[in-house]
């Protein structure tokens, strides 16, 4: 685990990496964990030795919650935006496209095959932190930036005195850009990006993989970053250009692997990112036939 001063960085095992999430804990009085996505046994390690009693999500996906239940005692918030989103389960499938890709069947099947433990680390959360406001924890600023574009209400915790930023899936990594729930969108994570490195910081910590950046190298990362969704725009529009349908298209693999979309959940979100770029392109799939129809 490293240290930035009173920060205490938690890998998860693989380098962080989905379906596992980098955890930041504060050493302060009050015993806060970001996210709790990382490594079980560090966790529990922090939780003997240190104590956790307040556990802080900057988003509801499984891999940054995913602990939230080894703290029965802990308080759990999360943003006000998606405190609503897991009132109920639909909620959460509409928001990550379930409805959108394949209606009320789908949702029906997406909620019988939930795995228990995240219901779980769903219910445990009981309240919301402000965005935009800053929080004191024994002397340790910490200002929650709304940040939509990978989720609609995803935050940043933005800690100003020490010039750090963690920036959850702003990763990084090479898969660029998520965006693919209902509730992701394009031009607000590019909007997002851009106000991250704005900021006025000099260490920027991301949810998965690498980790720690300084600020040239995550504004260096970030333009490569960003330029992965003009790529997907133009392989999209080479398809259509060729007259592919949207079905068609979505059995390619422009995200996922090809081989990996048997897998529904992540067949789900290549159909709806599809979608999301091919707006962007000034095309919409029509219900009726599922053809790509011009709205320019």
């Known amino acids: 685990m490293e240290r930035i001063g009173p920060l205490v960085i938690v890998e998860g095992p693989n380098k962080s990496k989905v379906p596992f999430s980098r955890s930041l804990y504060i050493d302060c009085k009050e015993k806060v964990l970001i996210d709790s996505g990382a490594d079980k046994r560090a966790l529990l390690d922090i939780k003997r ?99 939509p574009g990978h989720t609609k209400g995803l935050s940043s915790p933005y800690f ?46 991301t949810g998965h993989q690498k980790g720690i950046f300084t600020k040239q190298e995550f504004q260096n990362e970030m333009e490569t970053y960003l330029e992965i969704i003009d790529k997907r725009d133009h392989t999209i529009e080479q398809y259509v250009r060729k007259g592919l349908t949207f079905e068609e298209i979505t059995d390619i693999g422009i995200f996922y692997p090809k081989n990996s979309l048997n897998v529904p959940i992540f067949k789900t979100w290549e159909r709806s990112g599809i979608r999301k770029h091919l707006h962007r392109l000034g095309l919409t799939v029509s219900e009726r036939d599922g053809a790509l129809v011009d709205v320019k």
Request: charged share 20%; glycine share 6%; hydrophobic share 35%.
């Open 49 to 147: 030795e240190l104590g956790i009693e307040l556990i802080l999500n900057t988003h509801y996906h499984p891999d940054h919650i995913q602990h939230n239940s080894l703290f029965p005692q802990a308080a759990k918030w999360i943003n006000p935006i998606e405190f609503e989103t897991i009132q109920s389960i639909d909620r959460i499938a509409e928001a990550n496209g379930i409805y959108q890709e394949w209606g009320e069947a789908g949702v029906k099947m997406w909620r019988t095959n939930l795995p228990e433990e995240w219901i779980q680390n769903i219910e445990e959360i009981s309240g919301t932190y402000d965005y935009e406001t800053e929080y004191s924890f024994s002397n340790v600023n910490v200002t929650f930036l709304h940040t």
């Open 160 to 205: 100003s005195d020490l010039g750090v930023a963690y920036v959850s899936d702003y990763d990084m990594t090479s898969f660029g850009p998520w965006y693919n729930g209902k509730d992701g969108n394009i031009e607000e994570f590019i909007e997002s990006g851009k106000r991250l490195l704005s900021l006025d910081a000099n260490t920027y910590i």
